[in-house]
């Protein structure tokens, strides 16, 4: 199952990408956990500087940024695909 | 970065093509608001020349509209810039530099890089383990917050050029020398424990980290940055353009020299203790800026006075206190508030 974390604070940024996770991933209607990490052990486990940062499947996606949608998409096929599961 | 990564594709091509048809718009209207706000306060709504409304009407119809675009388009530029601008490389760079010029290039990066204070905690903790002295640290994490681009526009859009740089140069200089200060005073102790002890797991090998973005993407998100900033100030501008222009006709020319001059020697600590506990965004402090200029403050005063209103501010401490001890933080303040006073009195001596 595609595991997506979003690290980040209550920052309007971090609050965007949030949601921008959350819509895409309901369109797509993926069998999904998406999780929400604020504490910054778990940013710098990931070794984030910037918030937010987006996790899938344990690989940093992006930092300090809100993706775009079709990015986001991208990335879920590419998790999706045979060698990353 | 590389060159193969930059060539345009033709997604890329059709953005660059509504940017440019933006711009050459953008420079079109922006070098005719003058003859446009004559027209609409003296042909249509008929105002005499003499006046003193209509004076007033025209300089508010030509400096909204002036603000705003400038506002606009200089922002939609920087963030554009920004989206280049990758933390990690910094740190890397920054990292092989000892204290001096460790400090001066922290302290640039830190004047274009934009972060929300909810990022200055893992910022500094990056930094720390990556073996960055404490004081370049501090370099970096003390002039980001001062330098603003909406101050920086507003700067360049009410009082020009030279002073929109002058404040640039003050940021810089105030990152500077806050950063070797504190870099002296072997405050390492003073950092929370933990934080020396999180060990970063680092990236993967073999698994992609962060995708090169296009030209598009970088066009959309600084389409994006700069529609979030400009909604959240422009209301703030054009009250301040009107409180400007209220004091501007109604308070006394020199009724602040005496206090606020270049001659009072104390007015700039005084600004600067003012500043420390109000917060404020730039939008909202600008106008105040001009106002206090108009009246004979000294530059060097003003200047000090508002970055200590956007560089000290409360959430970003208690931010900061996750992973400094309450000595430090003090500290830091102390610093901090004794730089901004002695680039004050440079200015006002320069100047």
């Known amino acids: ?85 | 970065m590389q060159l193969a990564q930059l060539k345009p594709t033709r997604e890329d091509q059709r953005s660059f093509i509504i940017v440019g048809v933006l711009a050459i718009l953008w420079v079109i209207v922006y070098s005719n608001l003058q003859p446009i706000a004559d027209w609409i306060t003296y042909t249509l709504l008929n105002f005499s020349h003499e006046s003193r409304l209509g004076e007033a009407l025209n300089f508010f119809i030509y400096d909204v509209p002036k603000i705003l675009l400038l506002l606009s388009g200089m922002i939609f530029l920087i963030t554009l810039v920004q989206t280049f601008i990758d933390t990690n490389r910094i740190r890397a760079v920054v990292e092989k530099r000892g204290e001096g010029v460790g400090n001066l290039m922290a302290s640039i990066f830190g004047a274009i890089t934009p972060f929300c204070s909810c990022s200055s905690v893992p910022l500094f903790i990056g930094f720390v383990q990556a073996g960055i002295p404490l004081g370049v640290t501090f370099s970096f994490l003390i002039t980001s917050p001062i330098m603003n681009e909406v101050a920086f526009v507003l700067l360049l859009g009410l009082f020009g050029w030279e002073v929109a740089l002058l404040y640039l140069a003050s940021g810089i200089t105030i990152g500077v020398v806050s950063g070797l200060i504190l870099g002296r005073m072997n405050l390492e102790h003073q950092v929370e424990d933990f934080v020396y002890a999180i060990k970063a797991r680092g990236h993967q090998p073999g698994i992609p980290v962060e995708e090169k973005l296009s030209w598009q993407e970088r066009f959309q998100q600084a389409a994006e940055s700069t529609r979030e900033i400009v909604s959240k100030v422009w209301l703030f501008v054009i009250i301040g353009i009107g409180i400007g222009a209220f004091i501007h006709g109604f308070v006394p020319e020199d009724a602040l020299s005496s206090v606020m001059g270049a001659g009072a020697w104390w007015s700039v600590p005084v600004a600067v203790l003012l500043g420390i506990p109000l917060y404020s965004n730039a939008a909202g402090i600008i106008p105040i800026v001009s106002a206090l200029l108009d009246k004979g403050a000294a530059m060097g005063t003003v200047l000090a006075f508002m970055m200590s209103v956007v560089a000290l501010s409360l959430p970003e401490l208690i931010i900061l206190r996750k992973v400094l001890k309450p000595r430090l933080i003090a500290t830091f303040v102390g610093v901090v508030a004794f730089s901004i006073i002695l680039t004050g009195y440079l200015f006002n001596l320069i100047i």
């Open chain 1, 1 to 85: 199952m595609l595991v997506v974390k979003i690290l980040g604070a209550n920052c309007p940024k971090c609050r965007r990408l949030e949601q921008e996770v959350h819509d895409c991933l309901n369109e797509l209607e993926i069998d999904c956990e998406i999780v929400k990490l604020d504490d910054f052990t778990d940013f710098m486990q990931y070794g984030i500087l910037k918030l937010p940062g987006l996790v899938m499947n344990d690989v940093l996606l992006s930092t300090g940024r809100v993706p775009s949608r079709s990015q986001i998409i991208a990335w879920v096929a590419q998790m999706q695909s045979p060698e990353h599961i």
